[in-house]
């Protein structure tokens, strides 16, 4: 069964920058779509990105379009999701997940059927 592994959270200042990755042990990502989700306390879990399997096709929520920026790495098997302008709302634990798919079809998170365990954001000054 496909593992995902997220990495590269932290305690960054308002306004600075994170870059957050997804891999995956054992298997190839080449053939998934990969979504990014986060979820802050007592909140719902928020679909916030997804890049298709070819890395051609991205989609954003409107809460991070402009921000952030979805890409993936076939050689290095890794998806990553850069950060920008980060604001103290976008403090949550982020975790990565793929549908059983190639293409992203939405940010629902019902859809997605592998997750990984989530690296936590902390964004404060």
């Known amino acids: 069964q496909l593992q995902l592994v997220e990495s590269g959270g932290g305690l960054v200042q308002p306004g600075g920058s994170l870059r957050l990755s997804c891999t995956a042990s054992?298997?190839?990502?080449?053939?998934?779509?990969i979504g990014w989700f986060r979820q802050a306390p007592g909140k719902e879990r928020e679909g916030i990105s997804c890049?298709?399997?070819?890395?051609?096709?991205?989609n954003y929520a409107d809460s991070v379009k402009g921000r952030f920026t979805i890409s993936r790495d076939h050689a290095k098997n890794t998806v990553y999701l850069q950060m920008n302008s980060l604001k103290p709302e976008d403090t949550a634990v982020y975790y990565c997940?793929?549908?059983?798919?190639?293409?992203?079809?939405?940010?629902?998170?019902?859809?997605?059927?592998?997750w990984g365990q989530g690296t936590q954001v902390s964004v404060s000054s």
């Open positions: 054992g298997f190839t990502l080449d053939y998934y779509a």
């Open positions: 997940a793929a549908p059983p798919r190639n293409y992203c079809s939405g940010l629902v998170a019902g859809d997605f059927a592998f």
């Open positions: 890049i298709s399997s070819s890395g051609g096709v991205t």
